[in-house]
């Protein structure tokens, strides 16, 4: 079988980033349609018309929230095969919990500084 070659880092980042894009578009189109579909009025019209709104409205955002965390996932990975000069599942792992730090933490302080 042969190796699977990934995209040379500086590429790796804005191709994974593209990719997360559009899966979150695709699956938030998905899953928007069916619930704009759920919240409007009964008729075909209203449903249709309905469902149509919310993936025009919610499907980017959450597009926008997956590229987020690829690109961060990407970045991150790039960075420990650089400083680490070696590609390996630990690699992966780091990343994943790195993004998954600067996630939390960009939630947290925006919770932080907020006033109610």
């Given at each position: 079988?042969?190796?699977?070659?990934?995209?040379?880092?500086?590429?790796?980042?804005?191709?994974?980033?593209?990719?997360?894009?559009?899966?979150?578009?695709?699956?938030?189109?998905?899953?928007?349609?069916?619930?704009?579909?759920?919240?409007?009025?009964?008729?075909?019209?209203?449903?249709?018309?309905?469902?149509?709104?919310?993936?025009?409205?919610?499907?980017?955002?959450?597009?926008?929230?997956?590229?987020?965390?690829?690109?961060?996932?990407?970045?991150?990975?790039?960075?420990?095969?650089?400083?680490?000069?070696?590609?390996?599942?630990?690699n992966?792992?780091?990343?994943?919990?790195?993004t998954?730090?600067?996630?939390?933490?960009?939630?947290?302080?925006?919770k932080?500084?907020?006033?109610?």
């Amino acid at each position: 079988m042969e190796e699977y070659a990934r995209e040379p880092c500086p590429w790796r980042i804005v191709d994974d980033c593209g990719g997360a894009f559009s899966m979150g578009v695709i699956g938030g189109g998905v899953v928007h349609s069916f619930l704009g579909a759920r919240n409007a009025p009964a008729g075909f019209r209203y449903r249709l018309a309905g469902s149509l709104m919310a993936v025009k409205h919610k499907a980017p955002i959450v597009g926008g929230n997956f590229a987020i965390w690829g690109g961060l996932f990407s970045t991150f990975d790039c960075t420990l095969v650089h400083l680490r000069q070696k590609e390996d599942p630990w690699n992966s792992i780091t990343s994943g919990a790195l993004t998954g730090a600067v996630l939390a933490a960009r939630s947290t302080f925006k919770k932080f500084f907020m006033t109610d």
